[in-house]
């Protein structure tokens, strides 16, 4: 049996966390008579599950800040010093069983790994996927490396993607690596691109969307966006049309900020849904005629691409230890590609 540091139950997650969620935040006023002490045994002392080397992994990434600047180890605080720390969020104590479930590892070292997530394969254990999820696999895989964890290894997710989206995501085997990663995430320096096929064509063929993403008051499963910010959270999406297929558009999507089911809500507030996507009502035929051979066509294609037509591509970031610039790019999974080939031939074959 082995533990995992990031396992968070489905009625927190539905479907991904946004990036800041991940860590958990303190604020704290140092009392007029605090005797002179260092910072890192203060913290221990002031916050629970805080071991000393998570304390200094926070402040060797500076997310302990004492008066909106960052210190070192040794400082001391002093009395009236206004503390704040963002730690990642505590590990839950849920057994986890390990599954030797074969995993598309595109780069790992001692530090991290980075994995291309197949489509239908939910992140982590939660009420009614219990098995087969992407952390019980990552479970045995830390259990059997080569240099032998015995089930210590605690990696850690520092984001997540939708259980029907494929693509990129990075993973910590570290806690210090964690630390780091959920910072980049946090300051939303990290570079990511999606593919998505999209009914309609935009207007513009390149824009920005902003606008807050929360969940809807009717229905909690599905994220809304309020334009006016009045709920939600601030989030920003970049697109660009890579093809015009007359009734739908592949594009390509950039995260600027990584809400919940941010592309979903934010394409479908523009007025493309995602080709497919049931949550958002993209699984009907929202653009083209009304002959019945391209409803059957449409449908074929749906079978093709059971899914949310939606991949995260490429994935950019700095290495926690040796402060190198990483990118890695994926290719379009079969099922997504195949649609794609379909709409293509189509658009020719009826031009």
């Known amino acids: 049996m082995a533990t995992f540091a990031a396992m968070i139950h489905e009625e927190e997650l539905l479907d991904g966390l946004d990036d800041g969620e991940l860590f958990e935040h303190h604020r704290i006023v140092v009392d007029p008579k605090q005797s002179l002490v260092r910072i890192d045994k203060f913290l221990m002392d002031r916050l629970a599950n805080a071991t000393r080397n998570k304390i200094q992994n926070a402040i060797k990434v500076e997310t302990v800040q004492v008066n909106n600047k960052a210190v070192k180890s040794s400082y001391k605080v002093r009395s009236g010093d206004i503390i704040t720390v963002m730690l990642p969020q505590p590990p839950r104590e849920d057994v986890i069983v ?77 806690e210090y690596s964690m630390t780091h990663l959920a910072k980049q995430f946090f300051d939303h320096s990290i570079k990511r691109s999606y593919r998505a096929l999209v009914w309609g064509v935009p207007t513009n063929s390149s824009g920005t969307i902003q606008g807050h993403v929360g969940r809807s008051p009717k229905d909690r499963r599905v994220m809304t966006v309020y334009p006016g910010g009045e709920f939600g959270k601030h989030a920003v999406t970049h697109y660009q049309v890579l093809k015009d297929l007359r009734y739908v558009s592949f594009v390509e999507c950039r995260l600027e900020t990584g809400r919940t089911h ?44 059971p899914r949310q037509a939606l991949h995260a591509k490429s994935l950019g970031f700095v290495h926690p230890v040796s402060g190198k610039e990483l990118f890695f790019d994926s290719e379009l999974p079969e099922d997504f590609s195949q649609a794609m080939e379909k709409w293509e031939k189509y658009v020719q074959e009826t031009e």
């Open 262 to 305: 941010q592309i979903r809500a934010h394409m479908r507030y523009l007025g493309h849904t995602l080709f497919n996507d049931a949550t958002y009502g993209g699984d009907k035929v929202l653009k083209g005629t009304t002959f019945n051979k391209y409803k059957q066509f449409v449908d074929n294609c749906f079978k093709l691409l």
């Open 98 to 174: 390990p599954e030797n479930i074969p995993l598309t590892i595109v780069y790992e070292d001692d530090d991290l790994l980075v994995v291309n997530k197949a489509a239908g394969m939910v992140v982590h254990p939660a009420y009614n996927n219990w098995t087969g999820t992407l952390v019980n696999a990552l479970a045995w895989h830390f259990e059997n490396l080569p240099t032998g964890r015995n089930g210590d290894g605690r990696p850690g997710l520092v984001h997540r993607i939708d259980k029907d989206t494929s693509g990129l995501m990075v993973i910590a085997k570290t």
